[in-house]
């Protein structure tokens, strides 16, 4: 059973940081591509960040270019996004989603190629 669970979410003030974490179980880490994704109140899921299994390429949405930073550790089956010069507008619950085996994944960020989800952790930014 796969499973992916996220953590480090919180209440923080704009300007500051936090640093997300997805362990991910149930299947060969190493062979998949990575995303992050966020769902503020009110609208739809949008893309964040993502990173390929077998180059470690990223990509990233122009909303957060040059303040977050996608990285994973193969060893830890864990996948992480740094956050920094948090904006209230940051304000969603974040995922994060395995790519199908050995997938590509580009900047497009489209759900659809991704496959397993986790459940989801809440980021406040307050103003």
């Known amino acids: 059973q796969v499973q992916l669970v996220e953590s480090g979410g919180g209440l923080v003030q704009a300007g500051g940081s936090l640093r997300l974490s997805c362990e991910v179980s149930g299947l060969t880490f190493r062979w998949y591509s990575m995303g992050w994704f966020r769902r503020a109140p009110g609208k739809e899921r949008e893309f964040v960040a993502a990173?390929?299994?077998?180059?470690?390429?990223?990509y990233y949405a122009d909303s957060v270019k040059g303040r977050f930073t996608i990285s994973r550790e193969n060893a830890k089956r864990t996948v992480y996004l740094q956050m920094n010069s948090l904006k209230p507008e940051d304000t969603a619950v974040y995922y994060c989603?395995?790519?199908?085996?050995?997938?590509?994944?580009?900047?497009?960020?489209?759900?659809?190629?991704?496959?397993?989800w986790g459940q989801g952790t809440q980021v406040t930014v307050s103003s």
């Open positions: 989603a395995t790519s199908r085996v050995r997938a590509a994944v580009g900047s497009s960020g489209s759900p659809s190629e991704y496959e397993y």
């Open positions: 990173i390929s299994w077998s180059d470690t390429s990223t």
